[in-house]
């Protein structure tokens, strides 16, 4: 175990938010603030409605009514709101806050494109005329399908205004997963780019809508942004995104909604079956994601927030209304943070002087590959890193905060999920952060890691569990509450039950070691993923490496690795990656078979697709792979284990 430790400055804690709110309550600082947050929900999301100054057009009355059992909370009960509100509304009247950059575009081709909040603003009443004037109002489904575009944000902010419910999609998607989602969600009208760039080739969008559209006759009218510059020619239904924003029509007033109003239906992909639609309201996604950013991140006016992701995930929205609560600036990047070459992404920190960089471990991996190109590069901005989305191996965490970073930024390396709206654990910048650390539950978050029958459990991996309700906990499973309840509730009466295995180590920090469904049975014994993996990533031959479990006659299960090496490696170490899991974790977990691949199969979020794997080494079906970024790896990896 690494002994890398990330220790605050006495400067960095005084200037922190979470500093501010807690010292606001006559506490000590966040050991007593984490403890009262949880021992008392109802205080706290109240004091971090207060701290954060979102406002509520009619105040609530209530924080929490729990009335309807723990799954059905109802929040900030009588309260009315539309997040543009928080987001842009109460900016407008600030001079210097009105001419801050709220969203800068930035392209492959290094092309940018910037709105201040006023200019923003303007846009999204702009937008809001035009769809209404195509008939949306209050209640309406519009989907999103776009790139990470300046459009996307004005979109999303120009639905919520109307009281219309978002249905953001991943730009990656399929017309088969575009469908599914489409039906599911009753869409009414659907936003869509021509087409976006990526790896500097046009990849169309619209044509993959067309398709989709076949099929679900809830769809009346579609807006296309001309992204691409093809001016695409519009059927009978369709307008273009310039027609719509350029009149300048009454906007009408900004549409009042009740706290529990729906916001957005977030959608996860799921194995099988239809997907899983989480619904998230205008109160509680606004004040978790805004206490995220803030608290966190330490995100406050000026800041630059910067997270390399697509509107299609959780983080896209996050990323979105969590900046604009807090006053920072949103820097959008679309494309491939590997083009011009693997040095991308810190020269879009250096250009733009981003403050709290997003990432992810497996991005990282591959970036590491810059370690000797970096020496001209300008990184003093950055405050704050975040990361999400699967476990960190030591190797690459250190090479980014202590080699990359020296040492002088905190990893805030958080996780929660699409149904969570935010994190359930997170560390914080004011308190130690061991390597690869979650430091321990988020603020307000009642979680606990207990074992099969329910009872907590510490420095043994189990459930990760959640005790109370908290604001963004999603409302159900859109159209199907059997499934909310079977999903979350069944395992454990009274208890959220998320899929993630943890564990908390003797000193109280807390780690993920992968979802439940991934998490392998050898021989009696748990084993995650990650920690195979984190053993080979170690190898100086390694790019980045994956771990599945595979039947097996005498062990219940068996790992089986695959690995992707760097590009100047040219030796098979497959039989060294081998004996080094044997030697670090016990020769039961040696993997049985360990293969060699030119690529992994991931998101476009950089999550390798475990599940996906498994079913190619076992030669089953794999699944959903709509949000698969590179869904031939899978086919290779077919090959390799066929040659086998």
């Not at 409605?49 to 109802?74: A, C, M, N, W």
């Not at 999920?417 to 009642?446: H, K, Q, W």
């Not at 771990?547 to 490696?569: Q, T």
């Not at 089953?620 to 040659?643: F, H, K, M, Y």
Request: hydrophobic share 40%.
């Amino acid at each position: 175990m690494s002994d890398y430790t990330w220790h605050p400055s006495a400067d960095y804690v005084d200037n922190a938010n979470v500093t501010r709110l807690a010292r606001a309550h006559g506490l000590s600082g966040l050991p007593e603030l984490r403890a009262r947050s949880v021992a008392d929900v109802r205080w706290y999301w109240d004091a971090v409605v207060r701290d954060l100054g979102l406002p509520f057009r009619q105040p609530y009355t209530q924080v929490l009514d729990v009335s309807k059992g723990i799954e059905h909370p109802d929040w900030f009960i009588g309260g009315r709101l539309n997040v543009v509100d928080a987001c842009l509304e109460r900016w407008r009247d600030d001079p210097d806050a009105a001419e801050r950059l709220a969203v800068v575009h930035e392209t492959e081709d290094g092309t940018t494109r910037s709105l201040t909040y006023r200019e923003l603003t303007e846009q999204v009443e702009r937008a809001a005329a035009g769809l209404r004037r195509l008939g949306i109002g209050k209640g309406d489904a519009v989907a999103l399908f776009l790139p990470m575009v300046a459009e996307a944000v004005v979109s999303l902010y120009a639905v919520a205004r109307l009281g219309a419910v978002l249905v953001p999609l991943f730009s990656g998607f399929a017309p088969t997963a575009i469908a599914s989602r489409i039906q599911d969600a009753d869409v009414k009208a659907v936003v869509v780019a021509d087409g976006t760039v990526r790896r500097r080739k046009q990849v169309a969008m619209k044509p993959l809508l067309d398709e989709a559209l076949e099929s679900c006759p809830t769809v009346e009218r579609v807006i296309v942004v001309d992204n691409l510059g093809s001016a695409p020619r519009l059927s009978e239904g369709e307008t273009a995104w310039a027609d719509l924003v350029s009149l300048e029509g009454d906007p009408g007033d900004v549409e009042v909604l009740g706290s529990n109003d729906p916001l957005l239906l977030a959608y996860t992909s799921g194995t099988t079956g239809r997907p899983k639609g989480a619904v998230h309201t205008h109160a509680g996604f606004l004040v978790k994601t805004a206490s995220e950013v803030a608290y966190s991140f330490d995100v406050a006016p000026g800041g630059v927030f910067c997270w390399v992701t697509d509107m299609g995930w959780i983080m896209g929205p996050l990323s979105i209304i969590g900046s604009h609560a807090n006053g920072a600036t949103l820097l959008l990047y679309e494309g491939s943070p590997d083009v011009p070459d693997l040095g991308r992404l810190w020269s879009l920190v250096e250009k733009h002087r981003v403050t709290m960089l997003g990432v992810s471990p497996t991005l990282i991996r591959t970036l590491r590959l810059t370690e000797n190109r970096l020496s001209d590069v300008d990184l003093s901005s950055v405050h704050v890193l975040g990361s999400t989305g699967e476990p960190w191996d030591p190797d690459s965490y250190e090479w980014l905060a202590k080699d990359l970073f020296g040492g002088r930024v905190p990893v805030i390396n958080f996780s929660g999920g699409t149904e969570v709206g935010g994190s359930f654990l997170a560390p914080y910048p004011v308190e130690p952060i061991r390597s690869c650390s979650l430091g321990g539950p988020s603020l307000g978050m009642d979680v606990d890691v207990v074992d099969d029958a329910g009872r907590p459990i510490r420095g043994q991996v189990g459930e990760l569990v959640c005790r109370q309700p908290w604001p963004s906990m999603t409302r159900g499973v859109w159209k199907d509450p059997e499934r909310y309840l079977e999903s979350y509730w069944s395992t454990f009466p009274g208890l959220w039950r998320h899929g993630d295995y943890a564990v908390v180590d003797g000193d109280g920090q807390w780690f993920i070691r992968g979802r439940s469904d991934d998490v392998m049975n050898v021989a009696g014994k748990r084993l995650a993923p990650a920690e195979v993996e984190a053993v080979m990533a170690a190898h100086p031959a390694v790019a980045e490496a994956a771990a599945v479990g595979v039947p097996d006659a005498k062990k219940g299960e068996a790992v089986w690795a695959f690995w992707v090496p760097r590009p100047d490696a040219t030796e098979d170490v497959s039989d060294q990656l081998r004996q080094r899991v044997a030697d670090e974790l016990g020769k039961p977990f040696a993997p049985s078979v360990v293969h060699r691949v030119e690529r992994l199969p991931k998101t476009r979020s950089a999550k390798i697709l475990r599940r996906a794997i498994r079913a190619a080494a076992l030669g089953t079906d794999p699944g959903d792979l709509s949000g698969a970024e590179n869904p031939e790896a899978i086919d290779e990896i077919r090959a390799v284990v066929g040659r086998s």
